[in-house]
Every structure is written in structure tokens, then in C-alpha cells.
């Protein structure tokens, strides 16, 4: 048990290098990763269901003992980023597939990873764990329905199917996740140490999966899909930032709400992306994946400092 503590402590204290080095894997033996295609949504279910684990029913009341704050949070969440991916993807005339990868990576609810980020930042922690809740719960209606906006004049976009994925994919596992850690506290208090190792490695066999089967894709337009992708998640930092003071919050919750709208759920991006589009249309979210686990680490420091 204590080597698997270990082990995965260090994978939580890598993770940035970890992706990077599982990108470059699968982008030249892809074969190594392409099994784990099909089971992609599991993976993510699973990456979920720890989520749900590290979970109190408490956490919940903290959304509405601070309204004002979570709601201010939300509305940046749901407007900047999918607004922002809509106008990059006409700005850089992307290809249809490739333009509804980014604004479904837009229209996704925060990314796990915000929490850790905002700890580091010294933000708000509570705030940003709440975000992440309430834009994940409200994920099955708002993540679809934006998505059909903006998105259905380049793809097709089934909106009962996508609603039925997120719950089954997000807010089941999740949910399921928070029963066990209610149930079986002691367990789970004994098992939380090494959550990090299971659900880390199901994000770089999904991250692994869907860059092997889009490797020759990916060198034709990566760099032009990179750069959107590092564009989106900037301005939703500096954004986020910017709407959190004309709301007049403090600097702790200001830095919550920075990361949580720049840090986005690309895991759910690429699967829905692979679910319900084309294997192309999970390279923006697979890219974001990538690149915000740096970007927020450079945050973080740089926030940690103010």
C-alpha cells in the first residue's frame, strides 16, 4: 500500500510531464495506444467516479451558502469560453470537425484539475470545488444545448443522445463516487491516497487513445489547432480574471474563478467528441488536455505570488 502512495504521489506531482511524454508516445508507436479507444468513455466514467470519492455531501452546501459567488462563477464559466471558441474557430476558418472540438471543449463544464490549481494559486479552494460541482451538474442540459448553438451549423448535433452521455459518463460516476465515500467513509479515507494514480492513468490512456488514432491528422494541422487551443485557454484566464473583478470579488476568489473558467473538462470534450462526432473532433479537446495542465501549473506559480 505504501509504495502504491508513493507511486502515486509522484504521478500527482508529474502529471504535466507524464501528458506530454504520453502524447509523444502515441503520436509515434500509436499502435501501443489505439486499443484504448473504444473504451474511452469508460475511462472517463472512471476518472469521474474518483471525483465523486474525494466528495462530501457538504461540499455541496458550500454552493448555496455563497449563491452570489458560484452563480457570478457560473454565467463567466458558460459565456466566455464557449464564446471565445466560437469566435477563434471563425477567426482561424477551421475545418468543420476541427471548429466543433473547440466549441465543445468551450461549452464543457471546469476541469478537475482547476481544484488542485487553485489550491497551489492560493485561491479560493471552496469557491472553485463548488464551480467545478455546479457547472458539472448543470453539464447534461447547458454543455448540449450551447453545443447545438454554436456548433450545429458546422456538425450535427444530437441533443437528447449528448444530454443521456453526460449523465451516464459524468454525473452517474460522480454521484455513485459521493454514495461509496457516505457509505464507506473509513475505506475511502484509507483509499483517497491512491485515487490520484487510477484516475491520472485513465486521463493518459484516454489522452493516448484518441492521439493515436488522429497522429496523421494531428501533424497536418497541429500546430494551427494548437494554437487556438493555447489562445482559448488564456483568454479564458485572463477573462475569468477580468470578470471576476468587475463583480468585485477579492483576490482569492478572483483566482478561483481565473483557473476555473480557463481549465476546462477536455476529457468529457473527447469523449462526447468521440461519441458523437469524428475521431477529429477529439483533437482540440485531447490538445487542451495537454496544454492546460501546463498552463495552469505556470498560473498557479504565478498567482501563488500576489
Excluded at 464564446?83 to 471543449?105: N, S
Excluded at 453539464?139 to 456538425?155: D, F, H, M, R, S
Excluded at 475511502?188 to 493516448?208: D, E, Q, T, Y
Excluded at 488514432?213 to 494548437?226: D, H, P, S, Y
Aim: aromatic content about 6%; overall charge positive.
Amino acid at each position: 500500500m505504501k509504495t502504491l502512495e508513493r507511486l502515486s504521489d509522484f504521478v500527482s506531482r508529474n502529471m504535466t510531464w507524464l501528458v506530454i511524454i504520453c502524447a509523444a508516445l502515441a503520436m509515434t508507436l500509436p499502435a501501443a495506444f489505439e486499443w484504448t479507444v473504444p473504451h474511452v468513455t469508460k475511462l472517463l466514467g472512471v476518472v469521474m467516479f474518483g471525483m465523486g470519492m474525494t466528495l462530501k455531501v457538504e461540499d455541496f452546501r458550500e454552493i448555496f451558502r455563497r449563491p452570489r459567488d458560484v452563480l457570478i462563477g457560473l454565467l463567466a464559466q458558460f459565456t466566455i469560453m464557449p464564446l471565445t471558441a466560437l469566435a477563434l474557430t471563425k477567426a482561424f476558418d477551421l475545418p468543420a470537425e476541427l471548429a466543433a472540438g473547440v466549441i465543445l471543449v468551450g461549452t464543457c463544464p471546469g476541469g478537475t484539475a482547476s481544484n488542485v490549481m487553485t489550491f497551489l494559486a492560493k485561491g479560493d479552494l471552496a469557491l472553485s470545488v463548488s464551480m467545478s460541482m455546479a457547472s458539472t451538474l448543470l453539464a447534461p442540459i447547458v454543455t448540449p444545448l450551447l453545443t447545438l448553438a454554436l456548433a450545429g451549423a458546422w456538425i450535427e448535433v444530437s441533443l437528447v443522445n449528448m444530454m443521456v452521455s453526460i449523465v451516464q459518463v459524468v454525473v452517474a460516476p460522480i454521484l455513485l463516487g459521493l454514495a461509496v465515500n457516505h457509505l464507506f467513509a473509513d475505506f475511502v479515507r484509507r483509499a483517497v491516497k491512491i485515487l490520484p494514480l487510477v484516475s491520472i492513468g485513465a486521463i493518459l490512456l484516454i489522452l493516448g487513445g484518441v492521439v493515436s488514432v488522429n497522429a496523421e491528422k494531428i501533424l497536418q494541422t497541429g500546430v494551427l489547432v494548437m494554437m487556438v487551443v493555447v489562445l482559448h485557454n488564456l483568454f479564458g484566464y485572463g477573462l475569468g480574471f477580468v470578470a471576476a473583478k468587475v463583480f468585485g470579488m477579492n483576490l482569492p476568489k478572483t483566482k478561483a474563478v481565473a483557473i476555473e473558467v480557463g481549465m476546462q473538462n477536455s476529457g468529457l470534450a473527447v469523449s462526447l467528441a468521440m461519441a458523437h462526432f469524428t475521431p477529429a473532433a477529439a483533437i482540440p479537446g485531447a490538445l487542451f488536455s495537454v496544454w492546460h495542465n501546463i498552463s495552469g501549473s505556470i498560473m498557479a506559480n504565478v498567482l501563488s505570488r500576489r
